[in-house]
């Protein structure tokens, strides 16, 4: 299944990225701005992707398709490990083992992406927070890369600015936590960089910022070994 957008680029300029498990495109606005062609796979109907998606396991799209891609970006559902979703005792599958497995058979460069949770879980991971990229929230996130390619570790700023409460309105001066039922949808659109999400995707996205950060890595990767070969 696709679905029509006004967003997509002709194919064939840009290298294409693959981002699988891929909500409502936080990701993929990032990849975008980082030269890509982007594609998104997601189980369920994502009207708000504004990008070219396929509604279709994002596993077994891979292990069928991943190949036909340049990099591939996988943000496999978080809520197995997420403290939120741990303390009302609510069920998951946990994907991260598989899909590190599928991407691995494809020979293409990847990320796997995840909460902090999941760190015990991944491999060498990369620690990605809001002030690093000057993102007014302390969102942190987990890059595993894997085929080949590598990512540096950014420095990490002192958490400086207070965070408000969870599901609390953001006072002055205060960074604020998007997760859950919170409020400010309109706010967390501007802080994140995702003006096209609702509260759903915003509680569960990483901001195009970090994207953007490891897709520029990726095409340096990407042109470094078309110059070797």
């Known amino acids: 299944m696709t679905q029509p957008t006004d967003i997509r680029r002709v194919r064939g300029l840009r290298p294409r990225l693959l981002d699988l498990f891929c909500c409502q495109g936080g990701a993929a606005k990032g990849y975008d701005d980082a030269g890509f062609d982007v594609t998104g796979v997601d189980k369920d109907p994502q009207p708000r ?6 509604q ?32 009302q005792g609510n069920p998951h599958p946990d994907l991260i083992a598989p899909t590190r497995a599928a991407l691995e058979l494809t020979g293409r460069p990847w990320v796997i992406e995840n909460v902090g949770g999941a760190v015990p879980k991944l491999r060498a991971p990369v620690m990605l927070c809001g002030p690093m990229f000057h993102v007014a929230t302390y969102r942190h996130r987990f890059l595993e890369p894997g085929g080949g390619f590598s ?7 002192a958490h400086t600015v207070p965070q408000a409460k ?42 195009p910022a970090y994207a953007r950060w490891t897709g520029t890595h990726a ?3 990407l042109r470094a070994k078309a110059v070797a070969a």
């Open 49 to 54: 992707y504004p990008y070219a998606f396929v």
């Open 56 to 87: 279709a396991d994002a596993i077994a799209f891979v292990l069928a398709h991943g190949g036909e891609f340049d990099f591939i970006h996988a943000s496999p559902p978080c809520q197995f490990d997420s403290d939120c979703q741990r303390i």
């Open 151 to 157: 990512l540096p570790q950014p420095y990490h700023p």
């Open 166 to 207: 969870m599901g609390r309105p953001i006072p002055p001066g205060h960074y604020g936590q998007f997760v859950g039922n919170f409020s400010g949808v309109d706010h967390a659109r501007r802080v994140m960089g995702v003006p096209w999400m609702n509260r759903d995707g915003i509680r569960e996205c990483i901001p």
């Open 219 to 221: 095409r340096y990767s």
